[in-house]
């Protein structure tokens, strides 16, 4: 039988999360594109599949008013856990594939680390574009499929070892198709690389089940990303870049 990637372990990924700070955020990249893409103070935002939240939090910063959608009650309780008390921000716990919402409710749909986790991401992508408004914004951030993560990964699902049960990878061509075939006029795309990148941080969790704690952002990649900093921005802008990435992403608009 073929692994699946099931509501248990996200159950138990965020269980055994004692802390948002104890899990790696993207760095605020998901909302930074979100917020450029769009004057977000006053829209309604849902993000689907939430998980830690932060990025729902950023927005709500910036004056949207946010909702926070998982089906994992422990995520859910980390986000009730770090949101500002009397912010824009609300929590729900529902199925991404039948969102609790009225055809046309957000200005913004977007999801970061959800879509790779179905078989059947048309019917997801189709749930997000009925919840959204004419002319709203959706934006997905995924694993990108040229990358030796992909390899790592695909050995460990085999193995039965992967966290998450199963996950796929796109490439930036694949997910933009994607999004046009169900009615969205991409507005851009972009990639990122890791800091730390992503072999210290499969070594740090398989260490960390041995018993051995190391720091999850070690001073030398702090000191390397910051010296390398202006050259990732400028090779991030060329398109071949994208396919090198770890992940990718992109913004699209409802037709």
Known sequence: MEPTSEKRHWDRFWERAPSVDDVYSNEGRVAERIARAAAVSGMRVLEVGAGSGRDGILLAGRGARVVALDYSLPSLRLIKAQAPEGGTLSVCCGDAFA?????????????????????????LIAENARVLKPGGLILIDVPQRWHYYTVIKHILIALRLWFAGWEREYSI???????????????????EW???????????RALIRAGVTLPMYPRVFTALGSVTSGLREALLRRRFALYTTVVVGTIAQKE
């Not at 730390?196 to 499969?202: A, E, G, N, T, V």
């Open 99 to 123: 969102l609790p919402f009225a055809d046309g409710t957000f200005d913004v749909v977007f999801h970061q680390g959800l879509l790779e986790h179905f078989r059947n991401p048309g019917d």
């Open 173 to 191: 061509g694949e997910l933009e198709r994607l999004l046009t075939t169900h009615s969205f006029s991409i507005v851009s795309s972009y990639g």
């Open 194 to 204: 890791f800091n730390p990148p992503i072999w210290y941080r499969i070594l740090r």
